[in-house]
């Protein structure tokens, strides 16, 4: 069967969202990709971090490419930072709304979890994935910037809910065990959003009794980009995936929509968003 790309964008690259204006911090801009040259970038930027950083078992297209490749990728939006000073994606998220995982036939994170509680949710929910900044610019003006590209997307297409799967570095459980004993004892999905790691790669999260578990240790050994989904009153589903060729253990966050505007927007939208004219 051959799968039909809809036409949900405004600009002349034929994306899936409403246009979204760029938004610029000193010599950096983040914005959606404008050309396929840009989301191969970004592909090139995900195949450093995973692959040569984070120890990804690449396949041989991945490989011979030397860019994080998926046919999933052309269903989805591509959010770009871009240092205007050297003209470099540093970096990158995917974006993927309901109306293009229909067309696609599924969200990325069903490969991993249970997601059909979220998919009951009315109106539109949006995965967030593939989420990486290259290692010289991982700082906190970069990572601000990046989130408030997610917050006007997530305004822009209203977003009822967003999720999708962050990952720990390594598949060594007891490396985690106070982090993910703390994710299950406090931050559980309630019931009607709860998605469930799939049985064949499923780890348990309540690996300690909550007497046991130590915040300080546990925050420590949280990925940056959790506890950034924590702060914004994200969810965890049940359970973890164990992800061997990606070298990775999984967990997917959840976050509804009353918390994206309550405190999302707040803590990275500034007073008066700058916005820039798109570069042609």
Not at 47 to 68: H, S, T, V
Not at 216 to 225: C, G, N, S, T, V
Request: with cysteine; aromatic share 10%.
């Amino acid at each position: 069967m051959t799968l039909i790309k809809p036409n949900f964008a405004s600009s002349d690259f034929n994306r899936f969202s409403r246009n979204l204006p760029p938004q610029r911090s000193g010599s950096f801009e983040v914005r959606l990709a404008q050309s396929q040259a840009e989301v191969e970038a970004a592909q090139a930027l995900r195949y450093e971090i995973f692959y040569e950083e984070c120890g990804a078992q690449p396949n041989e297209e991945i490989a011979r490419l030397k860019r994080d490749v998926s046919p999933i990728d052309e269903f989805c939006d591509v959010l770009v930072v871009v240092d205007k000073s050297c003209n470099k994606i540093v970096g990158t998220y995917r974006f993927m709304l309901r109306e293009a995982a229909l067309s696609y036939g599924e969200y990325f994170t069903a490969s991993e979890f249970d997601v059909s509680r979220l998919l009951k949710v009315p109106g539109q929910i949006m995965e967030l994935g593939r989420s990486c900044v290259h290692k010289d610019y991982r700082t906190k003006p970069t990572m601000q910037l990046l989130w408030r590209g997610i917050g006007s997307y997530i305004l822009l297409n209203e977003v009822n809910l967003c999720f999708g799967c962050a990952s720990f570095v390594g598949t060594d459980v007891s490396k985690y065990t106070q982090a993910l004993s703390y994710l299950y004892h406090n931050h559980l999905a309630p019931v009607e959003i709860r998605a469930k790691a799939i049985s064949a790669h499923y780890q348990e999260m309540n690996l300690l009794p909550l007497s046991e578990v130590n915040e300080r240790e546990a925050m420590r050994q949280l990925p940056p980009l959790v506890k950034g989904y924590l702060r914004l009153g994200a969810f965890v589903g049940e359970g973890a995936f164990v992800d061997e060729p990606f070298n990775s253990i999984d967990v997917c966050i959840i976050v509804k929509k009353e918390m994206i505007k309550n405190r999302y927007t707040q803590r990275y939208t500034p007073r008066k968003a700058t916005a820039a004219s798109k570069d042609k």
